[in-house]
């Protein structure tokens, strides 16, 4: 048997029974991995903080013949405002879905984990407009994941007003050389380079006005669902209670 520590952010809490979970954890030095913690639905369990949904803690588990449990957890944040609001948790859970969609086992992605927590901390702490969370976060996860788009402009002239988005290449594209895709305008592109291009640290670090961000928004659903070739069942939720 052999212990390992690491920090980690619980991405899934699967009910094992009245006492005990399987957690999926995005982890800074292992990647992606299935925890099982024994008594954490306890009311009284010790690990029941650190093992909650969306809770960011270090955790030391044993490992037996390819399995992982966890002996100790200790919480470093729990993102707390997001829990209260049903919007915000259901924003943070497709967050979660898509980032436990990416994400490997035994393939560290540190910039895969800051990004997921960064994202919940601006829904939870610094309380950025949902819309552009989830835009930033849907193109800067596509970036890390080999799927940039394209964005020195228009890829048929090099124009740097381009107006079209496409979703399948991830190239832009001018009114005059035409082009299929979703709408942007010239804000919607400033802040799609702001995203993929500059600091990760400041990636929430724009404003828009409602109708370019509702464009941006648009533009970068579309793609993630694209590249990704699937749709996301937190996803689906979150567009109900947003009606």
């Not at 402009?153 to 001018?174: H, I, K, M, Q, R």
């Not at 670090?205 to 970068?220: P, T």
């Amino acid at each position: 048997m052999s212990f390992i520590t690491t920090d980690g952010l619980v991405l899934r809490d699967t009910k094992l029974n009245d006492k005990d979970s399987l957690l999926t954890v995005l982890t800074r030095d292992y990647g992606k991995l299935t925890l099982k913690a024994w008594g954490v639905r306890g009311k009284s369990g010790k690990l029941r903080a650190p093992c909650q949904l969306f809770a960011y803690s270090e955790f030391t588990a044993s490992e037996y013949r390819g399995y992982y449990s966890i002996k100790e957890a200790e919480l470093k944040e729990q993102f707390g405002g997001i829990r209260s609001d049903i919007e915000l948790l259901s924003l943070a859970s497709y967050i979660a879905q898509v980032t436990e969609s990416v994400a490997d086992e035994d393939s560290p992605t540190p910039e895969l984990l800051s990004l997921a927590l960064n994202s919940l901390y601006a829904l939870s702490e610094l309380k950025k407009p949902q819309m552009l969370v989830k835009a930033a976060f849907e193109l800067k996860l596509m970036s890390i994941e080999g799927y940039e788009p394209q964005l020195d402009g228009c890829v048929g002239c090099d124009s740097a007003e381009p107006v079209w988005f496409n979703l399948t290449d991830g190239a832009l594209y001018c009114a005059d050389c035409g082009g299929t895709g979703v709408e942007i305008n010239d804000r919607c592109f400033a802040a799609m380079r702001h995203i993929v291009l500059g600091d990760s640290k400041r990636i929430f670090s724009f404003s828009l006005d409602e109708a370019s961000l509702k464009l941006l928004a648009q533009a970068a659903e579309g793609y993630i669902l694209t590249q990704l070739e699937r749709g996301f069942s937190a996803l689906d939720f979150y567009k109900t209670i947003m009606i």
